[in-house]
């Protein structure tokens, strides 16, 4: 079976920084990409971030230089570290792992006030 579960999300004040983690369970963690997308209220889900299981990185356009994805693979862990917030990051924030098709975690809420 697997699961991915995040954590982290919450409320913070624009400016302010927030580390999302997404424990990942039933697929051989280390072998896979990861990501991060969100989705916001009547949009469409987006891309955020990729590691790739070498960590290698790739972010949108958006977030780069503030946001920051990682992987421990020996907790089978993804995270994105999140920085300099502003009110337009505020979405759901999904796990994603390429294992090898898409699975998707169940989304963490983030909300940054102005």
């Known amino acids: 079976q697997v699961q991915l579960v995040e954590s982290g999300g919450g409320l913070v004040q624009a400016g302010g920084s927030l580390r999302l983690s997404c424990a990942a369970s039933?697929?051989?963690?280390r072998i896979w990409p990861m990501h991060w997308y969100r989705e916001a209220p009547g949009k469409q889900r987006e891309?955020?971030?990729?590691?790739?299981?070498?960590?290698?990185?790739n972010y949108a356009d958006s977030v780069k230089g503030r946001f920051t994805i990682s992987r421990d693979n020996a907790k089978s862990t993804v995270y994105l570290q999140m920085n300099s917030l502003k009110p337009e990051d505020t979405a759901v924030y999904y796990c994603?792992?390429?294992?090898?098709?898409?699975?998707w975690g169940q989304g963490t809420q983030v909300t940054v006030s102005s």
């Open positions: 994603a792992a390429s294992a090898p098709i898409i699975r």
């Open positions: 039933g697929i051989i963690f």
């Open positions: 891309f955020v971030a990729t590691i790739t299981a070498s960590g290698s990185t």
